[in-house]
């Protein structure tokens, strides 16, 4: 990822930009997806006359706004700024397109869609200097999600790239003048990774089998490329995709609207866990799955593969899995919210993380010093801290409560809770622009443990210590807790301060209530209204309370987002980690909406 804006560079591309040709190349500048301070963005370079690109540079000023991370291209200059190719993206075959993305800190203003110019998008047409007239209106009127969806199906549809039509430019590689092209952008292949994505020569790369994989038009493209690439295979259509999960039956007696993605309804995040370590539910080769990721969401979290052990091979850092992931969200237009930089479970800790490791204060720094660094600028928000309060039905080492926290590792390593000030602090300077959070569950209860959430977030607002905001994972079940025991838990931690931001983070509704020695419990057909819709109804009535009562209690500029828990229902952590089918999320078996889909519609569209 390109980061750096030094000047030295922005000299090196100006006089670069110069060297070119004249081009017939449209530059067109893109929003991909907005909050309320900023936005991520890219500027995609269409070769529209009939010889290649080799090399270009663009660049582009705002009025307000102003740059705080790139990707895929060296960025230069600090308003205006400029972009030039890397060393791999820099050839553009006829009819081709290169993107290349940044993140934007809207500065106290609106988003900007200030013109692109250079020599290689003179003679260009409307797109190409942009200003938000010249903006497709489709994508310039769309809300966050619908023009992810745009973006990705105009990607999608553009002409297919043919093995004989793509030249490289990528020197130094074994692959010699392959690359990957992944869903409309073109990675270099690597050169020693053997499987999914590397991070090799400072940059991310694709293995050689990785991208094979890929359905064509996709896959390794380049003289010898080994891949048939067809015009004639499908393409990955995110809006048609969806347009056939909604037509399609629902398997419930409420029926299932049709409409815009669900993240268009909402002006925060809507975000989806992913998983992507394996198994059916594996974002990576679920195509159906990615297809509802780039329709309904705009954020995802990785249900495992950022949390602390992930982030290591043996005692050496490893960010092969994870970059993979977050790279695969900057291209299908989903922000990332990191989870989690610090949780104690005993099975997901690093090597490091013990009671007898005399060097564990400096490791801990280590670690959130170099996870949140790698991840600046590509990770909106982090779960800082994850779980550090008691919960009495999750205390296997029976170590009961001091002060309402839980005694993990780091508590006892620390003498005490000040690991959770020094990892926010680390956090802040590692990354100053990702919002950060804490992050508990059963904390929606409005009993003891909300208390203690209370009490922890006003030490640390008493302390300076950088935190803006917290979350309530939300896994919750049809009848319990009340919807005012909710609403009033999300209250307290509004009433703290006048600007933390507020998220529903892993939100899920069971049918069952396993607590409440109700022998009724039905853990059998309960997805298809084979024995009773009843329960699938009320889950719809749950999830939107829920959503209702987030949107009730949350002043706007405070909405840090919500999200679901999984995609579809047999993905849920309740299958595969407690062994208990209980049909929680918005999508069924069939990876079909449910009507819980549908109260979430109704939610966020005020009905
Ligand atoms: O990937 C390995 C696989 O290689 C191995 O063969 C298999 C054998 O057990 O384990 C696999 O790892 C599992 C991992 O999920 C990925 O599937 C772990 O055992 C399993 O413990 C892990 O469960 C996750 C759990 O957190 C513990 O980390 C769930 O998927 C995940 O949904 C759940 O999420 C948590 C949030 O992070 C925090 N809040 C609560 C929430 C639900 O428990």
């Given at each position: 990822m390109a980061k750096s804006l030094g000047a030295a560079a922005f000299l090196g591309a100006a006089l670069f930009a110069h060297t070119l040709a004249a081009q017939t190349a449209t530059c067109s500048y893109n929003i991909t997806n907005e909050w309320n301070t900023g936005y991520t963005g890219d500027i995609t370079i269409t070769n529209r006359g009939s010889s290649a690109i080799n090399g270009w540079s663009v660049n582009w000023q705002y009025a307000t706004n102003r740059l705080s991370s790139s990707w895929n291209a060296n960025v230069s200059g600090s308003n205006p700024y400029s972009a030039s190719n890397l060393s791999w993206n820099g050839n553009i075959q006829p009819g081709q397109s290169v993107s290349f993305g940044f993140q934007v800190n809207k500065n106290g203003g609106s988003a900007e869609r200030p013109s692109v110019g250079g020599s290689i998008c003179s003679g260009s047409v409307a797109s190409s200097s942009a200003p938000a007239s010249s903006v497709p209106s489709s994508i310039a009127s769309s809300s966050p999600s619908s023009v992810a969806s745009s973006v990705i199906s105009s990607m999608a549809s553009s002409s297919p790239v043919s093995s004989s039509s793509v030249a490289s430019?990528?020197?130094?590689?074994?692959?010699?003048?392959q690359q990957c092209n992944w869903y409309g952008t073109l990675y270099p292949l690597c050169v020693t990774t053997t499987n999914g994505w590397g991070w090799e020569d400072q940059r991310s790369c694709i293995a050689r089998s990785t991208c094979a994989a890929q359905p064509a038009p996709f896959g390794i493209v380049g003289s010898g490329s080994s891949t048939p690439v067809s015009s004639s295979s499908s393409s990955l259509s995110s809006s048609s995709v969806v347009s056939s999960i909604r037509s399609s039956s629902s398997s419930s007696s409420s029926s299932v609207a049709t409409g815009n993605g669900l993240a268009s309804l909402a002006d925060f995040p809507i975000g989806v866990a992913v998983a992507a370590?394996?198994?059916?539910?594996?974002i990576f080769t679920s195509s159906a799955r990615q297809n509802i990721v780039r329709a309904e969401f705009n954020q995802i979290t990785a249900e495992n593969i950022m949390k602390m052990s992930y982030m290591y091979s043996g005692s050496n850092f490893s960010f092969t899995n994870s970059d993979r992931l977050v790279s695969w969200a900057a291209q299908n237009g989903q922000t990332v919210h990191g989870h989690a930089l610090v949780w104690h479970p005993s099975y997901q800790?690093?090597?490091?993380?013990?009671?007898?490791?005399?060097?564990f204060r400096q490791d801990f720094a280590r670690h959130i010093d170099t996870v949140a660094a790698h991840f600046a600028g590509q990770?909106?928000?982090?779960?800082?801290?994850?779980?550090a309060l008691f919960d009495s039905a999750d205390d296997p080492d029976g170590r009961g409560s001091a002060n309402g926290y839980r005694q993990s590792v780091f508590y006892r390593q620390f003498g005490g809770p000040e690991y959770i000030d020094e990892a926010f602090r680390r956090a802040r300077a590692a990354d100053p622009t990702a919002e950060l959070y804490y992050n508990d569950f059963n904390t929606e209860e409005n009993g003891a443990k909300t208390t203690a959430l209370v009490n922890l977030v006003q030490r640390l607002l008493n302390n300076g210590v950088p935190i803006d905001g917290v979350g309530f994972q939300m896994h919750v079940m049809n009848d319990y807790p009340s919807i005012a025991n909710i609403r009033q838990a999300m209250q307290k931690i509004v009433a703290l301060s006048p600007t933390l931001k507020i998220k529903i983070t892993e939100l899920d509704v069971r049918l069952n209530n396993p607590y409440d020695g109700n022998s009724s419990n039905d853990y059998t057909n309960r997805n298809d209204c084979a024995v009773s819709c009843a329960g699938l109804d009320r889950q719809k009535a749950r999830y939107k309370e829920i959503v209702q009562a987030y949107l009730e209690v949350v002043p706007p500029g405070r909405r840090g987002g919500i999200t679901v828990w999984g995609i579809a229902d047999p993905d849920s952590w309740l299958y595969?980690?407690?062994?208990?089918?209980?049909?929680?999320?918005?999508?069924?078996?069939?990876?079909q909406p449910k009507p819980a889909y549908q109260g979430v519609v109704e939610a966020l569209s005020g009905r």
């Open positions: 430019s990528t020197p130094g590689s074994s692959s010699g003048n370590s394996g198994g059916n539910a594996d800790l690093p090597n490091w993380a013990s009671d007898s490791n005399a060097n990770v909106k928000s982090w779960d800082v801290v994850n779980e595969t980690h407690q062994n208990l089918p209980d049909w929680p999320l918005l999508f069924n078996d069939n990876l």
